[in-house]
């Protein structure tokens, strides 16, 4: 059993790492490669990447139901076959059509391969130790934006952007294709059991369930406050008066604090509730903005501002694929989740358009932090009441 688990976190830990890298980071790097080359205003250029996750939103309830009921084998499997084929699209587009079109098949890659995917995976395939594997695998995949952003970087200054696009579509073909291939078979699983004796809820139960759609919309706010600081944190404490350099290096604790929450998340707090860690995971945000509002132009609360904001990061991916398990049960967790995710998806599109507009119409720093901190809190509302022992209720009591 555990050299099975040993190998499901080592496959998925790989493809996770390859797929986000290739998917979501590699982008930031290459687009205004494509923009000049394609001759293609930004609006076209970030769009298509926005459209990709609204495509990815929208799938994602229908390929939660496939993994609960065909595994995460072939969907996984198919998931690389279209991450490849869209790469190999992206790298000969020539137009506008095209370009959103290969995009279209990345947004649907995305739902077949990303965390949601690789967690439903986890949970059919373990019948104990699924939350410490879903805590390893995204530990590992903390590093994919610091292998892929020197890796893009290098293959789109020696090959070109189309190049680089190519190279990560045969990594997916060649060598996710077959890893994912290789996924195990689900374990057998009793009708309507859950998780430490929850009983496992149908996607229907769950949809009527109040706390479903407290979760979605504490993870939704949440991730509309991460998309929208991943594009506009740099110039955001440039306004508050620090260097360039300066708020470059803050920014490069980001990723190391994502990656030390992971870890302890994994060591110290292993034996922790998930509905407790989610209490300090979703707290984390509006402390971290708050520091920023009252002290942003001093040096140490901007730090503190990038430690918190990396840990709760961090820890958050973990939580969103533990909690629903612990609410819902594990027998329609690939559904459960994938329905939950849809509109964290839909937000993390509309983040950086929505703070772009923002920020056009008021240029002070502070407002948009103001803004953010109400999203965060609100967030953090939403995340109480859904973990409140209660009764089932209706999804006009949760709104």
């Known amino acids: 059993m555990m050299s099975n688990a040993r190998r499901l976190i080592g496959i998925l830990a790989f493809t996770q790492i390859a797929s986000w890298g290739s998917l979501y980071y590699a982008f930031s790097i290459v687009a205004p490669a494509i923009a000049h080359d394609l001759a ?155 998780h430490g004796g929850v009983r496992s809820h149908t996607l229907g139960e769950a949809l009527r369930h109040g706390a479903f759609w407290k979760l979605a919309m504490a993870f939704a706010a949440n991730t509309f406050i991460f998309s929208a600081l991943s594009v506009h944190l740099l110039p955001l404490l440039k306004e508050y008066g620090h260097t360039a350099k300066f708020a470059v290096l803050l920014l490069t604790l980001i990723g190391p604090m994502q990656v030390v929450g992971r870890v302890l998340e994994r060591t110290v707090a292993s034996h922790v509730s998930p509905r407790t860690i989610g209490k300090f995971t979703f707290a984390g945000l509006p402390a971290a903005l708050l520091a920023l509002v009252l002290f942003g132009g001093h040096g140490w609360a901007a730090a503190l501002f990038c430690v918190l904001y990396g840990l709760s990061n961090g820890v958050l991916t973990i939580v969103r694929g533990t909690i629903p398990q612990e609410l819902f049960g594990r027998e329609n967790y690939g559904a459960i989740s994938g329905a939950m995710a849809g509109p964290s998806l839909l937000s993390k599109a509309a983040g950086p358009l929505a703070a772009a ?37 209706g999804m006009a009591a949760a709104v």
């Open 40 to 194: 293609l205003g930004n609006e076209l250029v970030y769009g298509a990447f926005s459209w990709s996750l609204l495509v990815a939103g929208v799938a994602s309830a229908p390929v939660g139901m496939l993994l609960d009921r065909l595994g995460g084998r072939p969907v996984m499997a198919a998931g690389s076959v279209a991450c490849g084929t869209g790469l190999l699209w992206l790298s000969v587009c020539g137009s506008v059509a095209s370009y959103y079109g290969a995009w279209t098949l990345l947004g649907l890659a995305m739902t077949l391969t990303l965390y949601e995917a690789a967690f439903a995976t986890i949970n059919r395939q373990l019948a104990a130790g699924g939350r410490q594997a879903i805590s390893t695998v995204t530990l590992f995949g903390g590093f994919a934006s610091t292998l892929f952003w020197p890796l893009t970087w290098y293959l789109s200054t020696a090959t070109g952007w189309r190049g680089a696009y190519l190279w990560f579509g045969i990594i997916q073909l060649a060598i996710c294709l077959p890893l994912h291939l290789l996924l195990g078979r689900d374990t057998p699983m009793a009708t309507g059991s859950g």
């Open 357 to 393: 507009m923002f920020m056009r119409a008021i240029p002070a720093p502070s407002a948009l932090v103001l803004l953010l901190l109400g999203c965060a809190l609100t967030s953090l509302a939403f995340y109480f009441a859904a973990i409140k022992p209660g009764k089932p209720s």
